[in-house]
């Protein structure tokens, strides 16, 4: 039983700093993105490959 309590708290702690690290990684701006926007209109998407069989 005592095993299952160890593997709870390990498993909030993980848990505990991989949330640290987002919070940590969005307020210092790492998934701020001002220039893609602004150019994305100016690419034209890309059309898929046309499959010619020839008989």
Do not use: C
């Not at 640290?20 to 209109?41: E, K, L, M, Y």
């Amino acid at each position: 039983m005592a095993v299952i309590i160890l593997l709870v708290v390990a498993a909030l702690l993980v848990a505990a700093g991989f949330l640290a690290s987002f919070f940590w990684a969005t307020n210092d701006g790492q998934f701020d993105d001002t220039f893609t926007p602004s150019v994305r209109i100016l690419f034209d998407d890309e059309k898929p490959a046309e499959n010619h069989k020839v008989s």
